[in-house]
């Protein structure tokens, strides 16, 4: 069976500190993988998407970016955080042609101080 | 930009009542899911309804999709304390399509079962 981790679970980090948030899926291949971000335990907002190996799509201009090292794992970066960047980050996989549900990992809670 | 719209934002109810949710939209979407969350965790997939006018039932939980396609719905009967958490609801366009595949997610419905 299909399964996705991602970690740190919670992250303190400094005003204009770096970030490296990591996400790998298990049991399937080629998937398309996701960065959401959900503020105040609401609604999610994709940040990127990836299709295949080194290929990332940004959703909205921000302070972060993405990579897609490896088929199956996905890196949230940023070389200086903001405030404003603080909250529940999730990664999420799906496979493009056999449906159209979204799975989703356990989350990272970000505080920027 | 093709929204989800989820009514109640906020509910509160007593263990034992019933009750339903709604995701609307004013676009056709090929498929709808339901997500429930609880803190600190991501959202855990309840259901996944493809087709016009389907019903999908899970234990006390029903789902349906509208006969367009462009709204669904959650009953929750008997509602527990266990069932408190943040519905959501996530559709796939209909004109999207390939495997660059991107759902547009409700901002939920909050329920709160006391017992």
């Known amino acids: 069976s299909q399964t996705i981790h991602q970690w740190p679970a919670t992250l303190v980090q400094p005003v204009g500190s770096p970030l490296s948030l990591e996400c790998t899926v298990e049991g399937t291949s080629n998937p398309n993988l996701y960065w959401y971000r959900q503020a105040a335990g609401r609604g999610l907002q994709l940040l990127f998407y990836?299709?295949?190996?080194?290929?990332i799509s940004s959703e909205v201009p921000q302070n972060l970016s993405a990579s897609r090292p490896q088929d199956r794992q996905f890196i949230l970066s940023s070389k200086k955080l903001l405030l404003s960047d603080s909250g529940f980050y999730l990664c999420a996989w799906n496979i493009g042609l056999s449906g159209n549900t979204i799975y989703f990992g356990e989350g990272s809670w970000l505080t920027v101080v | 930009t093709q929204l989800l719209e989820q009514s109640p934002q906020f509910l509160s109810i007593q263990e034992g009542e019933n009750l339903t949710v709604y995701c609307n939209s004013s676009?056709?979407?090929?498929?709808l899911q339901w997500y429930r969350q609880e803190p600190g965790e991501g959202p855990v997939l309840l259901v996944t309804v493809v087709t016009g006018g389907e019903v999908k039932k899970l234990k006390r939980l029903t789902f349906q999709f509208g006969d367009a396609r462009k709204d669904s719905s959650l009953h929750i009967t008997a509602a527990q304390p266990g069932d408190t958490g943040l519905y959501l609801c996530a559709g796939a366009p209909a004109n999207s399509g390939g495997s660059n595949y991107k759902l547009t997610f409700g901002k939920g419905t909050l329920l709160t079962v006391n017992p």
């Open positions: 676009s056709v979407f090929s498929s």
């Open positions: 990836s299709v295949g190996i080194g290929q």
